[in-house]
């Protein structure tokens, strides 16, 4: 009886070892796009007709975005102020929300994106937003479909 209890705890041990590195790691997702839109209707020219969108996921880092969080914060190094991100999940979804302010006192909103990724079937929906001198919407861009893991 003890050797069972032994095996089981050192099982439990290598199974929690194993989850937290997965759950550590960036995940890549492959996005096959079913559908684009501008303004909210269907997108005359097609991005996505031939080649896949990849996304990043970094539970840990909260991040879900089409460029990874190091190449991002590299790039974006003098907006980082401007910048504010929120990373949320429920039962059945991840949200992921982008906002960049004209400055970093964070009043203006100069352009923004709301990402949700369902957990069980992988759906994407990405969605930007660009906004004009008086903070109103004045293009908008959306992508739809299904991710499978890389």
Do not use: H, P
């Amino acid at each position: 009886m003890l050797r069972f209890g032994l095996k089981l705890f050192f099982y439990q041990i290598i199974f929690f070892s194993l989850s937290l590195n997965i759950s550590s790691q960036e995940i890549i997702l492959n996005c096959k796009i079913e559908k684009e839109l501008e303004n909210d209707k269907d997108a005359r020219k097609k991005i996505y007709k031939k080649n896949n969108l990849v996304i990043y996921f970094d539970k840990t880092n909260n991040w879900i975005n089409d460029q990874k969080k190091k190449e991002w914060e590299y790039d974006f190094a003098d907006e980082l102020g401007k910048i504010k991100t929120i990373f949320k999940q429920d039962k059945k979804k991840y949200y992921f929300d982008y906002r960049m302010f004209e400055s970093s006192d964070k009043n203006k909103l100069e352009s923004s994106f709301f990402l949700e990724l369902e957990k069980f079937s992988m759906y994407l929906k990405f969605k930007k937003y660009y906004y004009d001198f008086n903070e109103e919407i004045f293009f908008t861009s959306e992508v739809q479909g299904k991710c499978i893991k890389n």
